[in-house]
């Protein structure tokens, strides 16, 4: 039986019974998932539930829209503009890392296991907006989520940190990830990366997010961003998923950055 790093062992669960979990908590709960099965995976842990997911896209009728052509342009642009970004914001990422040490001490960045096409896990990196021991603490504040879904969001989160707000208010935290972008661990657009924890209580259809590689920003983001409810995040990246194109792409960055400074939705 596998086993966490608390030596508790892992729940172990059938496609059927996480589709009845999640239906369950929604159906006790309107404000979403507030106990999740697993919080920890090992790496074992890790590549089990990610053969998972493969098998379970294996089933999909979902057609990601765009070609090989659209795919090696998108690529193209991913690196021009993550890498101009980066070159642009540097300065100012180097005095968010300071200050964010300055305040405690700790290492500025972030990195966490994400989830990303068919699966993929990677380590994607944010500036720290949480204390240091935050993920550890996890447990102790899971069950004041404010979502109607399986993502995790709470506006009094005690393990945020005074700039972690406003860094989250403001988005910088998400600015480390144009690395991500440049490495190819992530697009410009694309469906936000979930964690492990969260996919495991995906139903099959929710899992179709995983179908194209995660992005720094999607419909959500430009839309409503933490205002749109659970079930209307997916259903957004399904329908970008079936009709993105460079056109869509572009339009949607413009939204993005537009969200990005009237702070709309951020929390």
């Known amino acids: 039986m596998l086993k966490n790093n608390t030596g508790k062992p892992y729940v172990s ?13 929604m159906k006790n709960n309107n404000e979403g998932v507030t ?21 379970t896209l294996k089933h999909s009728n979902l057609k990601p829209a765009g070609g090989k052509a659209y ?35 700790g290492n500025p960045f972030f990195s966490q296991i994400r989830l990303t096409e068919n699966g993929r896990p990677f380590k994607m990196y944010k500036f720290r907006s949480m204390c240091i021991d935050a993920e550890e603490k996890f447990a102790e504040v899971q069950k004041s989520n404010q979502t109607d879904g399986i993502a995790f969001k709470s506006d009094n989160d005690p393990r945020i940190t005074k700039i972690g707000h406003f860094i989250r208010k403001t ?30 209580l995906y139903t099959p259809h929710q899992m179709e997010r995983l179908t194209v590689k995660g992005g720094l920003a999607c419909i959500c983001q430009c839309e409503g961003r933490s205002d749109m409810s659970f079930d209307e995040w997916v259903e ?32």
């Open 13 to 25: 669960a059938t496609e059927e019974m996480v589709t009845r979990i999640t239906l369950d908590a």
């Open 35 to 55: 106990e999740y099965p697993i919080l920890n995976f090992d790496e074992r842990a890790l590549n089990l539930l990610c053969q998972g997911i493969r098998e």
């Open 71 to 105: 795919k090696i342009l998108k690529r193209f642009f991913d690196i021009i503009l993550s890498g101009l970004a980066l070159a642009i914001l540097i300065i100012p990422m180097g005095a968010t890392a300071l200050a964010i040490y300055i305040d405690d001490k």
């Open 171 to 200: 988005s910088i935290d998400e600015l480390p990830q144009l690395w991500n972008v440049l490495k190819g661990d992530m697009s410009i657009i694309g469906p936000r990366p979930p964690l492990p924890r969260e996919v495991v």
């Open 236 to 267: 957004s990246d399904i329908k970008y998923i079936k009709e993105r194109s460079l056109k869509l792409d572009l339009n949607l960055i413009l939204k993005t950055i537009s969200a990005v400074l009237k702070r709309k939705g951020a929390k």
